[in-house]
């Protein structure tokens, strides 16, 4: 379980967000981040059952202030991925425990301009498979739309007026669930967090087999 006590400490972070007040209680934090990482890693082994999983990260939680403008020194979160195996699985999966905002989900934030290109050709080709996936009942009313960034106009090399532009303008795949602080702190949470993961899989699913094949359908990977 998360302790709600963890969510207390991460609340009350983000109102004293300075060193003086975070040194004070690093013991504190240390406790609950040691917890987190148990939490993190049980996911893991639950995850390793139905997929390959590399690894995970559980990310710092003080920030590179060197080129923001927030020179706020920690992230008031604890958050971190998971990482597919192999260069035939693609997609991360994510998890944030952040009081107000915590989230579970995963996808594609930021694909390389050959993937990206491969992604666009395949929804030209046939948006039917993808719109299945994501619009399927289940994952509705999970995630709802997808999430990312996108360009204004037609990517280059695109019409305008093909039917799936909605999705060709895409630079991003994500999907999220989020979760009350309530529903965090619950002995049930683990189990919901690896039910959103199950429930993204056919999207990662698919995604790999289009980044690691050619338009013909022929493997690109050894």
Same mark, same amino acid.
């Given at each position: 379980?998360?302790?709600?006590?963890?969510?207390?400490?991460?609340?009350?972070?983000?109102?004293?967000?300075?060193?003086?007040?975070?040194?004070?209680?690093?013991? *504190?934090?240390?406790?609950?981040?040691?917890?987190?990482?148990?939490?993190? #890693?049980?996911?893991?082994?639950?995850?390793?059952?139905?997929?390959?999983? %590399?690894?995970?990260?559980?990310?710092?939680?003080?920030?590179?202030?060197?080129?923001?403008?927030?020179?706020?020194?920690?992230?008031?979160?604890?958050?971190?991925?998971?990482?597919?195996? *192999?260069?035939?699985?693609?997609?991360?999966?994510?998890?944030?425990?952040?009081?107000?905002?915590?989230?579970?989900?995963?996808?594609?934030?930021?694909?390389?301009?050959?993937?990206?290109?491969?992604?666009? #050709?395949?929804?030209?080709?046939?948006?039917?498979?993808?719109?299945?996936?994501?619009?399927?009942?289940?994952?509705?009313? *999970?995630?709802?739309?997808?999430?990312?960034?996108?360009?204004?106009?037609?990517?280059?090399?695109?019409?305008?007026?093909?039917?799936?532009?909605?999705?060709?303008?895409?630079?991003?795949?994500?999907?999220?669930?989020?979760?009350?602080? %309530?529903?965090?702190?619950?002995?049930?949470? #683990?189990?919901?967090?690896?039910?959103?993961?199950?429930?993204?899989?056919?999207?990662?699913?698919?995604?790999?087999?289009?980044?690691?094949?050619?338009?013909?359908? %022929?493997?690109?990977?050894?």
């Amino acid at each position: 379980m998360i302790d709600s006590a963890a969510l207390k400490f991460l609340s009350d972070l983000k109102k004293n967000n300075n060193r003086e007040w975070f040194n004070e209680r690093k013991d *504190t934090f240390k406790k609950h981040e040691k917890e987190v990482k148990s939490f993190f #890693q049980e996911i893991e082994n639950e995850l390793q059952k139905t997929d390959n999983i %590399e690894g995970h990260k559980v990310w710092r939680i003080y920030r590179d202030v060197r080129f923001s403008k927030d020179k706020t020194p920690f992230k008031p979160r604890f958050a971190g991925g998971y990482k597919r195996a *192999t260069a035939a699985l693609r997609g991360g999966y994510f998890l944030n425990i952040e009081p107000g905002n915590s989230a579970v989900g995963g996808g594609f934030y930021g694909p390389n301009s050959e993937d990206l290109k491969r992604i666009r #050709q395949e929804f030209e080709m046939d948006d039917s498979e993808i719109r299945a996936i994501i619009n399927h009942k289940n994952f509705k009313s *999970t995630f709802g739309e997808m999430r990312g960034e996108e360009v204004k106009s037609a990517p280059r090399g695109f019409k305008a007026d093909h039917p799936a532009i909605d999705l060709i303008k895409k630079k991003q795949f994500y999907f999220f669930k989020s979760f009350s602080d %309530e529903e965090v702190c619950q002995a049930g949470f #683990q189990k919901e967090v690896i039910k959103t993961f199950k429930t993204i899989r056919p999207f990662f699913d698919y995604m790999s087999e289009v980044l690691t094949t050619d338009l013909n359908g %022929e493997s690109i990977i050894d």
